[in-house]
């Protein structure tokens, strides 16, 4: 059989990355464990073609099928995106559908518009900043930043320790989730619990999965975690998961610095993701002051 697609796993660390670095991209879904954390929600499966030329994708939501963008050097993109649409038709007998296609791949198709609706998401776009800035918060832009984390580090003094987080460590971020979903509440946006099932999977493969993580605690007790990883092709730091305890002053902003300066000393580019179109998560990104966006595309066989 042509097509022989597979649920993606801990030990596919070792197959995947390669693929992902075929060609730039600066989304956050450039990096094995963005796929990884969201396996799950979105039953992701892969099949690898040809020798090892290209990876092909397919997932599901609320039982509909979709695709994510081959992965392959840019050349190959059109012959695999074909080979892709091919699979919905002849297999799934579906139309393809493709969500979170990188502007540049979209520019690479340059897709005929009466076989192809291409429309831009939004809400999907990943906050893109310079890593120097984050790391060192200087300057006018980033004085009410600054002025946080200053107030979090005197009001703690002596209390606080940022860490380096290990597998062994994962206890103490099971617990500290469990507080923070619980405060949560029952408003919350659809993708919530299936992240914190994501996190959770993360941390029990974590040893495999060669994610970076770092945590802060007060008191001996964690107040916020984060993790990230690292596409090495861009020279950019991919922030999956930040989680902070929302009744402590500048805790936010404290992790997000430090883990950049322990984690990531040196990376020129963060991406710290979308916004999902909350205003309130909108806000937060755009006051880091972000110098671009990484945009993405819907693309529907009409």
Known sequence: MKWEFKKIESKDVEILPRFFAMRSNKTCDSVFLDSFLWKDYYHVEYCVCDGGKAAEWKMKIKGEPFAALPLCKAEDLPYY???????????????????????????ILDLDPEEFDVEEQPDAADYLYDGEALRTLAGKKYHKKKNHVNAFMKEYAGRYEYKTLACTDRGDMWRFLDRWRSMKGA??????????????GILNQCSLLGVRMGGVYVDGQMEAFTMGSYNAAEDMAVIHIEKANPEIRGVYPFINQQFLIHEFPTVSLVNREDDVGLPGLRKAKQSY?????????QIRER
């Open 289 to 297: 002051n972000p110098i671009g966006f990484a945009k993405k595309f």
């Open 187 to 200: 408003q919350v946006e659809e993708t919530l619990d299936p992240e914190v099932e994501g996190i959770h």
């Open 81 to 107: 995106f074909f080979d892709t649409k091919k699979y919905f038709n002849e297999v799934l007998g579906r139309k393809l559908k493709i969500y979170l296609a990188d502007e540049e791949a979209v520019k």
